[in-house]
């Protein structure tokens, strides 16, 4: 009898090394989930990093072990970009940044969804890629059939092709990667006001749906990813939204995220109420930023989340 037992008990303990051992393998098979930001001065960010609360700051903390980030920004008449190459964390941004919106770090929508993304997938690692420029339309800059008739009708032709730039931009820091440890999972565009409005013309703003719905296959058809989710923020004109809305019909995987201006709304995302050189600031304050990161992950979470289990 005492023989049956102790025969047991090393059956037993030798499942438990054999599940384990499988547990193991299987998070160390586990790939890496990446995720690209691009976009205009709303995607830099412009949260003011001094109010992130103690709640907040823990929630980073906590992120930092789960994900990298890439940043590549850049502004007119700036020969040198702003990189951050390292975990996830807040921006020191150029200096007339600080000036305008009075302060001295700053974030963008990656921080909160990160930071969500972290707690709802606390097992899993991610690399985040942004690439931004404030000012810049998709009509020009970030088109990605640029010509330098587009570029100049939207007094762009001096700026970079930021479509190509990002496109490489990603790849670069792909490349560093080993060779199947990764899969895109998604990507987060904020970017809209730079066509709207009459200031160039009708095109930028009545082209947007043609142009993003190019965008975002251009992308998918260089990543081999045809389902690639992508999703966008409802920012800009009439127009532009409803062209953004147009692309969410005509493919797959596509999401816009809606934010409100009413305080009343649980999506409300209020932005600066000060003037700078005799202009309103706009732009995300802290509350406003975090909850567009929040709501970009909230939207993540219910549409695509088998990108990620």
Known sequence: MKQIMQFRSLVFTGFILIATMLNVSAQQAKKTKVFLFAGQSNMDGR????????????GLSFAQKRIQF????SVQNTKNPLIMD???NVTDPWQFVKEKFRLKKCFGPELFFGINLSKAYPNQNFVFIKRSQGGTSLYGAWNPE????????????????????FIETADEQLSKLPPGSYELAGMIWVQGESDSGNKYGALPSETYGEN???LIQKVRVHYNAPELPFLMLNVGSKKVVKGMKEAVKSLPNVTLVEKSNDPLNDNYTPTYTHFWNGKPACHYNYIGMKKIGELFF???K???PKFIE
């Open 212 to 214: 993003i719905r190019k």
């Open 298 to 300: 909230d939207s993540y």
């Open 70 to 73: 890439y940043y590549k920004g």
């Open 302 to 304: 219910s549409n695509y």
């Open 86 to 88: 390292g975990v996830l």
């Open 146 to 165: 640029w010509s330098i008739a587009k570029a100049k009708l939207i007094n762009e032709e001096n700026k970079p092709k930021l479509f190509n730039d």
């Open 47 to 58: 949260g003011d990093a001094s109010m992130l609360t103690e709640e907040d700051l823990n």
